[in-house]
């Protein structure tokens, strides 16, 4: 048997708490920009060096903030979206170029003596030092530090200095603000974005001081973008400054000479806004406000805050790790950009990619909700109630989609920026309708988790009515009175149009009697939505007539009716070089046959648990496991928790270690489009739920703790409502520790618990006695391996065909 | 209940022999071009007018020219075509302007005093005469006639007559060649055509005498297409002529000046050619060479050889009808048609609009094999051998995309002209692999009517291997053993992408024995396709163990796995203006569904009779008529021909009339852009497969003859072999009467007769006792009835919603 594919080696220095990178590899730097990316959520600064050349992919983004660009059709169809949104590189402030005796400090040119980045977790700081010496022989030292402000929204900084190594030299800082840059041209995948040339139209320009501001509207969307740059500038002598502007570029020159040994140092203050309604002033003003509120606070000031959040954030939400430095790493990573790309998105999206490239068009999937507000509803609420409240005030282009569609309620779009569906493909697009049962699910986590009633009233209650009506009207009782979903796609998009798919039948049932207990809560308040007694009667009682197919012969849950007779995908015959396979064969062939792209079936297991038992668990996941080739970054952390739920536990920590390091190690060789988001929620994911055993279908939350062989310890904490929970696992003992709050029940193993402060409550942890034997996933497609491990096999190192979404 | 839609009045007189138009309706123009389109299956003229404007859709079309345009997606995957085909307007040779006292005949101006035109079956000529008064208030009297020579392929010509009422007058005539006539725009609707602007890039001009030549290329497909005019102009006084050319004209004027009742004659002969390889002189030689011809015949030579033809081939296919003027009018427009598209196509495709108009891009589908070749095969089978053999030029571009598709044999595109699969939309294009079964039956029952062993063993062979092996590759066998096709699309558009169609699981069945009877006859050969008796064994195993879906509790067969336990589509909640249902309704919502676009369950019961009891027919037939709603034009005539089988003889009637007057009645409200072959052709097939009950699935013919009480006698006559054999049908008595060959064996109603010359054999024509219950249709589905029908409701005329595909 192969023994599958070779995780690469950490092109970073492993680093309990930060990312460092030495050298330069200008080959993967696009891959650098995306894990060094810095965000609140709001504003998306990719790691590109501070002199914008050499690039990867140069990229500045606002979250909401993108073009409209027609879908074109060979042959057209009613209700095919006509237009799609597609996220744009907004004006770039980031840009400092340099100048050491008229020659530019370009790392390509000259020698780079040394060169190091790195970010570290705890202070959400960029942090760069170079050493270069100039073709003419010049030597200097840079030294800079860039964060996005977690605390001022629109607010993001630079500290850069530069240090003559010999002297005297002549230093000219160019400060930028850049519109339209121009970009890399796509490499005809797909999977990456369209590329909008110069999307944004100069409406205003404005330079004087150590200050610029530049606005811009784009062509389509008409949306008014405004960018602002103020500096703070010391040298040792004296330093001339400039400022110019002209429609697309915004500029301020600090010019002096140092001797050797002398700094200049430049702080460069960014702020970002944009609208879709408010004025050019008004645009311009709130810019100019949080320059004036940037500056105010100072670049030490915005430091403190950063760290202080920070600090709060992982006292509080910490995943800890013992035995594996790599996999410690890797996990606080995906915290670390999880947090990026919620903490301030406000009633905007969360795309897949965060803000952290432009692959998928930086669209926003049910990844939001499917994975990566499961995280955020234990470290950070806020987040959740902001993306939620997001998908509440697309209702009116859901509600306008469903009525096109011939459905009741609302039907979210599979893919979009502001609201409106931007899928060009309706069998994976539209199809999944499983998105609105997503979203469900994620409502009843957060109101279950915080008891935010008010906003359950004003919020959740509607999104889970109209979902619950979508369902109602999309589903059917057949002539012996089961309710059928049918024509829908699940999450394995290898499958599309199939008829009852477990998964989305079982998300239906959660999300019609989820509305209709949401609706019995809040009686006024849906009867202000329509609803009456026979409604939500009907919600009921199509949720228990729910038909789940079952495969009697084989004794497991077919993915959809009619999968388990379908052929067998020819696995032995599919060379590694074909994968993913929607690159290499037509869905045709793919719909056809039992071959899985990502967990589907396996995923219904884990958030519908209660509707399986350990029996078929475990049957179900071995079947699977057989069919499932990962060609999407939406699996591995599923297969890890069901793994670890039937025992599995040395696979399951490899599928952990797989969604962990997606981007760390590039394993889906798109890395440089753009983290994968819920891949790295889903390492969180794999971990609390698949080694902690974290379920929480009911009120409390319960807990199956057991450890893979390759941890020693594996220790975090959640925030529920107003208690903070510690839960702290050895291969011996697992200990509860209430940090925050009144008592707090919960189970451990199916036994009820109470934990109070300051009275911690320690069990065994269980052990798996006779594991069984380790599932077989198809020839090649086992999960990726990594350098030290049992049996890694040298023959197959290449990474660029591990599975992505 | 509804009573219907209601078919409109016959714009055209009602005559047993023609189409006679009076008048002109600017708002129809384009619908008469297409009905007055002339063809000989090589050269196409739409029934435009002599002097070229106004127009509807000016129509020159070349069977096999075409343009490569790009096939755009919205999100592309693996395997779609990327390259369309569109059929172009090529050079047109049609225009004769003519100015009278320098006044343009122009019929929006001045005073249109009478307008005829008509068609007449057995002369195959567009006959024309007009009076018309000029703004300045001349009078003249126009006469022309316009033939496509059914017995010289390259040739077309116009006999135009142009007499003074009153005089003098000056008279020019302008004969013109134009290339890249400007198009008028689309109306959006995706049934049409794409416009292709100036397609055609020059080459050469010539003019000289009364001669004018032009040769173009297309600029993406490199077609070089030659088209050259000649002429006779004669005239009571001097006639002045003079030549010119331009890069996309060819002229030749005539001047001269008539006294009161003076005519001036102008013959012009048009020829054609084209090819992908050839050198611009050869093309052009062979144009000058084939107007020659032409001329040496003279335009009374070109009339007489038309009549000539026509007569031989009415005497042997005229389908006779008494007591139905305007279905006897229908049938014959539809015999004639559907000789046009075949007649002289010569490897080359038969379009799904033959060449009368540039709907569906001019492409072919299985319209071809599965309705047109069947009636083909016994009035012109010559047609049919060479339509096939096109189809054997195209079986690299047919394996090239088999091995694409990951698939064995050969598989043949959707929609094409050339060959390549130009279908932009997979699941109702590339998953309709019943294409290839259906090609299948058309050889083996194109072999079976001719005994052309030659054919088989060359052709015929190599197509039902390539088709056999490609089934044999998409199926599979389940766990016990039967065998399963899934993934697949019907001929039901409103279903896509199931498993087990009964239509094409049947049609495989077939075409896999077919393939290795055909094998076993000519091993030599099949041995030479690399088929042993292996591969054979393996075909007619599958083909033993196809498996047939079976509802056992509703007792009939679900159109697919699944089909019966889908929800039924709303349609008392259908208003007719949401009709045909895929523009008003997406994909998702007809696919789920149970909705039937078109026959397909029940087109297996007629092409696979064998395959199904009397009870099942019966059953069958009544469950899906209350789901199918005719939204495509390939479906009353199927609907026909079961609704005879069982007994509803006043349906099938209601289905026939429905069928053949698609077109002349414009029943699918796009006439205007073609006219639908299939349907013509299926209305042929509705009388002798429905009324006449002719099946031909086994060696020799089978009948079933029951007439409809409109109809007092139905008579067809059929080549078979060297036979040629007459039915003869009135209420009493059904008639075999061998006109052609030796004895013939054939069956009535099971009774096994035998044919001889000079004998007629007579035997009563069974009645159907107590005819059961006329089936039911969705509201307002009914089949469309005629004025003077009983039972017609006169609020709902409108024709434009009628099904059509």
Same mark, same amino acid.
């Given at each position: 048997?192969?023994?599958?594919?070779l995780?690469?080696?950490?092109?970073?220095?492993?680093?309990?708490?930060?990312?460092?990178?030495?050298?330069?590899?200008?080959?993967?730097? =696009?891959?650098?920009?995306?894990?060094f990316?810095?965000?609140?959520?709001?504003?998306?600064?990719?790691?590109?060096?501070?002199e914008?050349?050499?690039?990867?992919? !140069?990229?500045?983004y606002?979250?909401?903030?993108?073009?409209?660009r !027609?879908?074109?059709?060979?042959?057209?169809?009613?209700?095919?979206?006509?237009?799609?949104?597609?996220?744009?590189?907004?004006?770039?402030?980031?840009?400092?170029r340099?100048?050491?005796?008229?020659?530019?400090f370009?790392?390509?040119?000259?020698?780079?003596?040394?060169h190091?980045?790195?970010? +570290?977790?705890? $202070?959400?700081?960029?942090?760069r030092?170079?050493?270069?010496?100039?073709?003419?022989?010049?030597?200097?030292?840079?030294?800079?530090?860039?964060?996005?402000?977690?605390?001022?929204?629109?607010?993001?900084?630079?500290?850069?200095?530069v240090?003559a190594?010999?002297?005297?030299?002549?230093?000219?800082?160019q400060?930028?603000?850049v519109?339209?840059?121009?970009?890399?041209?796509? %490499?005809?995948?797909?999977? =990456?974005?369209?590329?909008?040339?110069?999307?944004?139209?100069?409406?205003?320009?404005? @330079?004087?001081?150590?200050?610029?501001?530049?606005?811009?509207?784009?062509?389509?969307?008409?949306?008014?973008?405004?960018?602002?740059?103020?500096?703070?500038?010391?040298?040792?002598?004296?330093?001339?400054?400039?400022?110019?502007?002209?429609?697309?570029?915004?500029?301020?020159?600090?010019?002096?000479?140092?001797?050797?040994?002398?700094?200049?140092?430049?702080?460069?203050?960014m702020?970002?806004?944009?609208?879709?309604?408010?004025?050019?002033?008004?645009?311009?003003d709130?810019?100019?406000?949080?320059?004036?509120?940037?500056?105010?606070?100072?670049?030490?000031?915005l430091?403190?805050?950063?760290?202080?959040?920070?600090?709060?954030?992982?006292? +509080?939400?910490?995943?800890e790790?013992?035995?594996?430095v790599?996999l410690?790493?890797?996990?606080?990573?995906?915290?670390?950009?999880?947090?990026q790309?919620?903490?301030?998105?406000?009633?905007?999206?969360?795309?897949?990619?965060?803000?952290?490239g432009?692959?998928?068009?930086?669209h926003?999937?049910?990844?939001?909700?499917?994975?990566?507000?499961p995280?955020?509803?234990?470290?950070?609420?806020? =987040?959740?109630?902001?993306?939620?409240?997001?998908?509440?005030?697309?209702?009116?282009?859901?509600? %306008?989609?469903?009525?096109?569609?011939g459905?009741?309620g609302?039907?979210?779009?599979?893919?979009?920026?502001r609201?409106?569906?931007?899928?060009?493909?309706?069998?994976?697009?539209?199809?999944?309708?499983?998105?609105?049962?997503?979203? &469900?699910? &994620?409502?009843?986590?957060?109101?279950r988790?915080?008891?935010?009633?008010?906003?359950?009233?004003?919020?959740?209650? $509607?999104?889970?009515?109209?979902t619950?009506?979508?369902?109602?009207?999309?589903?059917?009782?057949?002539?012996?009175?089961?309710?059928?979903?049918?024509?829908?796609?699940?999450?394995?998009?290898?499958?599309?149009?199939?008829?009852?798919?477990?998964?989305?039948?079982?998300?239906?049932?959660?999300?019609?009697?989820?509305?209709?207990?949401?609706?019995?809560?809040?009686?006024?308040?849906?009867?202000?939505?329509?609803?009456?007694?026979?409604?939500?009667?009907?919600?009921?009682?199509?949720?228990?007539?729910?038909?789940?197919?079952?495969? $009697?012969?084989?004794?497991?849950?077919?993915?959809?009716?009619?999968?388990?007779?379908?052929?067998?995908?020819?696995?032995?015959?599919?060379?590694p070089?074909?994968?993913?396979?929607?690159?290499?064969?037509?869905?045709?062939?793919?719909?056809?046959?039992?071959?899985?792209?990502?967990?589907?079936?396996?995923?219904?297991?884990?958030?519908?648990?209660?509707?399986?038992?350990?029996?078929?668990?475990?049957?179900?996941?071995?079947?699977?496991?057989?069919?499932?080739?990962?060609?999407?970054?939406?699996?591995?952390?599923?297969?890890?928790?069901?793994? @670890?739920e039937?025992?599995?536990?040395?696979?399951?920590?490899?599928?952990?270690?797989?969604?962990?390091?997606?981007?760390?190690?590039?394993?889906?060789?798109?890395?440089?489009?753009?983290?994968?988001m819920?891949?790295?929620?889903?390492?969180?994911?794999?971990?609390?739920?698949g080694?902690?055993?974290?379920?929480?279908?009911?009120?409390?939350?319960?807990?199956?703790?057991?450890?893979?062989?390759?941890?020693?310890?594996?220790?975090?904490?959640?925030?529920?409502?107003?208690?903070?929970?510690?839960?702290?696992?050895?291969h011996?003992?697992?200990?509860?520790?209430?940090?925050?709050?009144g008592?707090?029940?919960?189970?451990?193993?199916?036994?009820?618990?109470r934990?109070?402060?300051?009275?911690?409550?320690?069990?065994?942890?269980?052990?798996?006695?006779?594991?069984?034997?380790?599932?077989?996933?198809?020839?090649?497609? $086992?999960? =990726?391996?990594?350098?030290g491990?049992?049996?890694?096999?040298?023959?197959?190192?290449?990474?660029?065909?591990?599975?992505?979404?």
């Amino acid at each position: 048997m192969s023994q599958g594919r070779l995780i690469p080696a950490d092109p970073f220095d492993v680093d309990p708490w930060g990312v460092i990178e030495h050298g330069l590899d200008l080959s993967a730097q =696009a891959r650098s920009e995306s894990v060094f990316a810095l965000s609140n959520g709001h504003i998306g600064l990719r790691g590109n060096l501070d002199e914008g050349e050499p690039h990867g992919l !140069p990229g500045t983004y606002l979250n909401g903030v993108f073009e409209l660009r !027609p879908l074109p059709y060979a042959e057209s169809g009613y209700g095919y979206p006509e237009s799609g949104q597609s996220v744009i590189n907004i004006t770039n402030g980031k840009i400092i170029r340099l100048l050491v005796d008229d020659e530019p400090f370009d790392l390509r040119y000259g020698e780079l003596r040394s060169h190091q980045r790195s970010l +570290d977790f705890r $202070e959400g700081m960029l942090r760069r030092s170079a050493e270069w010496t100039s073709p003419a022989g010049r030597t200097i030292r840079v030294e800079s530090r860039r964060l996005v402000s977690l605390t001022q929204r629109a607010v993001a900084a630079v500290e850069y200095q530069v240090e003559a190594v010999d002297g005297p030299v002549r230093i000219v800082l160019q400060s930028e603000l850049v519109a339209n840059e121009q970009l890399p041209g796509g %490499d005809g995948d797909p999977r =990456a974005a369209a590329v909008l040339e110069a999307p944004l139209m100069a409406e205003l320009r404005h @330079a004087d001081g150590t200050k610029a501001v530049l606005v811009h509207r784009t062509r389509y969307s008409g949306l008014r973008v405004a960018a602002g740059i103020d500096h703070l500038i010391e040298g040792p002598e004296r330093v001339d400054i400039t400022a110019e502007s002209s429609e697309d570029q915004g500029r301020i020159s600090a010019t002096t000479v140092l001797e050797a040994g002398q700094k200049v140092r430049l702080v460069k203050f960014m702020a970002y806004g944009w609208s879709a309604t408010r004025s050019l002033p008004a645009v311009r003003d709130q810019v100019e406000a949080a320059l004036t509120a940037a500056r105010y606070t100072g670049w030490e000031g915005l430091v403190a805050e950063q760290k202080e959040f920070l600090t709060g954030f992982w006292a +509080d939400s910490d995943i800890e790790i013992d035995g594996d430095v790599e996999l410690q790493q890797a996990v606080r990573f995906a915290l670390f950009h999880v947090l990026q790309a919620g903490a301030r998105s406000e009633e905007r999206a969360i795309p897949a990619k965060g803000l952290t490239g432009p692959g998928y068009d930086g669209h926003s999937f049910w990844d939001t909700e499917a994975f990566v507000l499961p995280v955020l509803t234990y470290c950070m609420p806020s =987040a959740v109630n902001q993306a939620l409240r997001w998908r509440h005030t697309t209702l009116p282009m859901a509600r %306008d989609r469903a009525a096109q569609l011939g459905l009741a309620g609302a039907v979210f779009p599979w893919r979009t920026i502001r609201g409106e569906e931007c899928s060009g493909y309706w069998p994976a697009g539209t199809a999944a309708f499983h998105i609105g049962a997503d979203i &469900a699910r &994620a409502v009843v986590r957060y109101v279950r988790s915080t008891n935010d009633l008010e906003f359950e009233r004003t919020i959740g209650l $509607e999104l889970l009515v109209e979902t619950a009506r979508m369902w109602r009207s999309l589903g059917h009782h057949d002539a012996v009175g089961r309710f059928r979903i049918e024509g829908v796609t699940g999450p394995d998009e290898y499958s599309a149009i199939a008829d009852n798919n477990v998964f989305t039948n079982l998300m239906a049932q959660s999300n019609l009697r989820s509305a209709a207990e949401c609706a019995t809560r809040n009686q006024m308040e849906a009867a202000a939505l329509g609803v009456d007694t026979e409604e939500a009667a009907a919600w009921r009682d199509a949720a228990d007539k729910m038909y789940i197919p079952y495969d $009697e012969t084989l004794g497991i849950h077919p993915q959809a009716d009619g999968f388990t007779d379908h052929q067998l995908w020819d696995f032995e015959n599919t060379p590694p070089e074909k994968y993913p396979l929607l690159l290499h064969y037509p869905y045709f062939d793919l719909y056809r046959k039992q071959v899985v792209k990502q967990a589907d079936l396996v995923l219904a297991m884990q958030v519908r648990g209660d509707a399986f038992t350990d029996e078929q668990k475990a049957r179900n996941f071995a079947y699977y496991e057989r069919l499932t080739v990962r060609d999407s970054s939406l699996s591995a952390c599923t297969q890890a928790v069901m793994a @670890a739920e039937v025992g599995q536990l040395d696979l399951a920590y490899d599928y952990t270690a797989e969604a962990a390091l997606m981007d760390l190690r590039d394993l889906g060789g798109n890395t440089r489009d753009g983290l994968h988001m819920a891949s790295l929620a889903g390492a969180c994911i794999a971990l609390v739920a698949g080694f902690g055993g974290l379920r929480d279908h009911t009120d409390s939350l319960s807990f199956r703790p057991r450890l893979p062989s390759g941890l020693r310890r594996l220790s975090f904490s959640m925030g529920i409502r107003e208690h903070l929970l510690r839960v702290d696992i050895t291969h011996e003992t697992t200990t509860y520790t209430l940090r925050r709050g009144g008592a707090l029940p919960l189970s451990h193993e199916g036994e009820p618990l109470r934990v109070e402060r300051g009275r911690p409550v320690s069990r065994p942890t269980p052990v798996v006695e006779s594991p069984p034997e380790r599932a077989v996933q198809p020839p090649g497609r $086992e999960p =990726a391996r990594r350098h030290g491990q049992a049996g890694v096999a040298q023959q197959n190192p290449t990474p660029d065909h591990l599975a992505a979404e």
